[in-house]
T-cell receptor, first 116, second 114 residues
Framework: AQSVTQLDSQVPVFEEAPVELRCNYSSSVSVYLFWYVQYPNQGLQLLLKYLSGSTLVKGINGFEAEFNKSQTSFHLRKPSVHISDTAEYFCAVTYRYGGSQGNLIFGKGTKLSVKP | DTEVTQTPKHLVMGMTNKKSLKCEQHMGHRAMYWYKQKAKKPPELMFVYSYEKLSINESVPSRFSPECPNSSLLNLHLHALQPEDSALYLC?????????????FGPGTRLTVT
């Protein structure tokens, strides 16, 4: 079965510092990869997705992620964070093919706390 | 318009009550989803409707009853809930129930069962 591991449950960082949120997935089949953000008391918003093509994916709010097939990783990065980036970040995968291809499988989430 | 709306925002209900959650989208999406999210946990899929037909039921107790009256609306009927059912209930939609279409999430309904 597919699983997603977010290696850090909490990441504290100072404003304007760079940040990396780590995500690894386990799969022997082709998957699509996503990062979602959830601000307090809100629903989830898609930051970016990898379907195919360039392994460096740029998303909204200055975030980017790199797909690394050999390491089965999809780490999220931002070169300079703002206070407003404080939120919960979820990595998710879905199978490319098969009956469950629309199911999003989420990691446990990483709480990013940006301090002034 | 990329908005999924959910009503109510908050709901408090007793264990003997019957209530319904409502979700609406006007993006022409043909797949709609219900998720349950407990505090500090990721969302867990409950149901998927594709073209107004129930495609997935992730072994959800029968006290939760989904309904898709038309392609824009999704309801979740609640009856005889337990306190452990207290959670944030998220609705989502996507163009199709396939991997390459992103899911758009609503803001959720915060449910408290007393």
């Amino acid at each position: 079965a597919q699983s997603v591991t977010q290696l850090d449950s909490q990441v504290p960082v100072f404003e304007e510092a760079p940040v990396e949120l780590r995500c690894n997935y386990s799969s022997s089949v082709s998957v699509y990869l996503f990062w979602y953000v959830q601000y307090p008391n809100q629903g989830l918003q898609l930051l970016l997705k990898y379907l195919s093509g360039s392994t460096l994916v740029k998303g909204i709010n200055g975030f980017e992620a790199e797909f690394n097939k050999s390491q089965t990783s999809f780490h999220l990065r931002k070169p300079s964070v703002h206070i407003s980036d404080t939120a919960e970040y979820f990595c998710a995968v879905t199978y490319r093919y098969g009956g469950s291809q629309g199911n999003l499988i989420f990691g446990k989430g990483t709480k990013l706390s940006v301090k002034p | 318009d990329t908005e999924v709306t959910q009503t109510p925002k908050h709901l408090v209900m007793g264990m003997t009550n019957k209530k319904s959650l409502k979700c609406e989208q006007h993006m022409g999406h043909r797949a709609m989803y219900w998720y349950k999210q407990k505090a500090k946990k990721p969302p867990e899929l409950m149901f998927v409707y594709s073209y107004e037909k129930l495609s997935i039921n992730e072994s959800v107790p029968s006290r939760f009853s989904p309904e898709c009256p038309n392609s824009s609306l999704l309801n979740l009927h609640l009856h005889a809930l337990q306190p452990e059912d207290s959670a944030l209930y998220l609705c989502a939609s996507s163009q199709e129930f396939t991997a390459d279409y992103e899911q758009y999430f609503g803001p959720g309904t915060r449910l408290t069962v007393t």
